[in-house]
Nanobody, 115 residues
Framework: QVQLVESGGGLVQAGGSLRLSCTAS????????MGWYRQAPGKQRELVAR???????NYADSVKGRVTISRDNAKNTVFLQMNSLKPEDTAVYYC?????????WGEGTQVTVSS
């Protein structure tokens, strides 16, 4: 079955860094886009960043310049390097994979930034 295994979340002080990773397994269709979304308490889930197979990227305005998304196509893995973290970055971060048939979601990893 399809699995998206996320790792790298945790507690960090403001100004610190975290690197999230997500590895997809069991997907038999072509993966087109891999990305990260986040959801803070009481707020809607929002896009953080996404990357296509060819390496084209999109970032939310709130994270531009602080976050870098990358992927290893051979390993179906996407990374999110987050620097200069702010308390407002606190949220559950979800991995998202879009294939030629449908999209999949990870279970989420908590990122907490203390002030």
């Amino acid at each position: 079955q399809v699995q998206l295994v996320e790792s790298g979340g945790g507690l960090v002080q403001a100004g610190g860094s975290l690197r999230l990773s997500c590895t997809a397994s069991g997907i038999i269709f072509s993966i087109n886009v891999m990305g990260w979304y986040r959801q803070a308490p009481g707020k809607q889930r929002e896009l953080v960043a996404r990357i296509t197979t060819s390496g084209r990227t999109n970032y939310a305005d709130s994270v531009k310049g602080r976050v870098t998304i990358s992927r290893d196509n051979a390993k179906n893995t996407v990374f999110l390097q987050m620097n200069s973290l702010k308390p407002e970055d606190t949220a559950v971060y979800y991995c998202n994979v879009i294939t030629s048939l449908r999209d999949y979601w990870g279970e989420g990893t908590q990122v907490t930034v203390s002030s």
